[in-house]
């Protein structure tokens, strides 16, 4: 009851921010920008567009990979046209192809750049059920299995530059709290809901992918630690962000009632604070492994917070980008006898 009493009412955490701090407040402590790199995935709009001006803004260059690159160049024209002389560069990716993400990284090795901020940020919410080219359930795919590989592909990158320059490297997983909603096996689910063995739920399916990048960081961690990289990995939980609740509705109540819900709701500059603050604030070096709400770390479920599911999660993974998904699905019993049972 507290925790929720210090949310509504945005009082400061530790770190300094709560709540309602905005993304532009959390970054003004933090050094000038102009030596990072940044990726930032899901940057055409919403939170992630937020998270990309306010790190321009700050001077950081950015790369923008996207789907659609007419989205693309519209937010990269918005965002200099507040920040003039802004380095922003667009590359294809679509995160539900694991072919996409091996072009894009190509694409973005061959420009030889560094790397020092990897945001994995876009998310998809697929209200019907839908395979991916590679074989895996669509939400899956795109939330964390493209992010997955994506990551993996730079980590000998975002080391080099780090060690090069001197600036430790940060990789961000944007999560959600509905990650605390999916129990059970999810390797099991995957591959049921893959295969149509059970009936498709997208809020169960949104957040199982959403339980996967909290494991991921959990690993990512330990393999960056083992790697010796100057690079850390955190995941956050950005809120839930306020909308117009109230549009095509009438009536006192109805009207109450929404105007109180999007009180316990955010404002898109409030939902990317938590992503810069855990992406650049220098009160986070050497943080690495942790769950971050409101700008302050913060408890994860039982089942994310699992050393052993997040290993069976990443070994899982690391398998399916490497063959074919579809290849690895059908051998998944055989798999889960031989190598996954904890």
Request: with cysteine.
């Amino acid at each position: 009851m507290f925790k929720q009493l210090k949310y509504f009412i945005g009082s400061a955490g530790p770190s300094g921010f709560g709540s309602k701090s905005t993304a532009e407040e959390v970054t003004e402590p933090c050094p000038d920008l102009t030596p990072i790199t940044a990726i930032i995935t899901g940057a055409t709009s919403g939170i992630g567009a937020e998270t990309a001006r306010v790190l321009a803004k700050r001077g950081a260059r950015l790369i923008l990979p996207a789907r659609s690159l007419k989205a693309a160049e519209e937010a990269k024209a918005r965002i200099i046209s507040e920040c003039p002389g802004s380095e922003i560069i667009i590359l294809p990716l679509d995160l539900s192809s694991l072919a996409s993400v091996r072009s894009f990284v190509s694409l973005f090795l061959s420009l030889d750049l560094p790397l020092n901020l990897l945001i994995n940020n876009a998310g998809k919410f697929s209200d019907r059920h839908v395979v991916s080219e590679d074989g895996v359930e669509m939400t899956f795919a795109t939330n964390y299995l493209g992010h997955f590989l994506l990551t993996k592909l730079l980590l000998e990158k975002m080391a080099e530059t780090a060690k090069m320059t001197g600036i430790e490297g940060r990789i961000v997983n944007v999560s959600s709290t509905i990650h605390s909603w999916f129990t059970g096996d999810g390797i099991q689910y995957l591959d049921n809901v893959t295969r149509k063995k059970i009936p498709y739920d997208p809020t169960k399916a949104y957040s199982f992918s959403k339980l996967a990048n909290v494991l991921h960081t959990k690993s990512l961690s330990k393999k960056l630690k083992e790697m010796k990289a100057n690079v850390t990995a955190n995941c956050v939980h950005p809120g839930i962000v306020r909308t117009r609740l109230t549009r095509d509705r009438e009536g006192l109540i109805t009207d109450v009632v929404f105007f109180l819900a999007s009180k316990l709701l955010k404002t898109i500059p409030q939902a990317a604070s938590t992503t810069c603050y855990v992406a650049v604030h220098p009160a986070l070096a050497g943080v690495s492994g942790k769950y971050f709400s409101d700008c302050n770390e913060s408890t994860t479920s039982k089942l994310a917070s699992n050393d052993q599911e997040a290993l069976r999660l990443w070994e899982f993974s690391d398998k399916l980008t490497i063959e074919k998904a579809i290849v690895g699905f059908k051998s998944f019993t055989s798999l889960r006898t031989k190598q996954f049972i904890v």
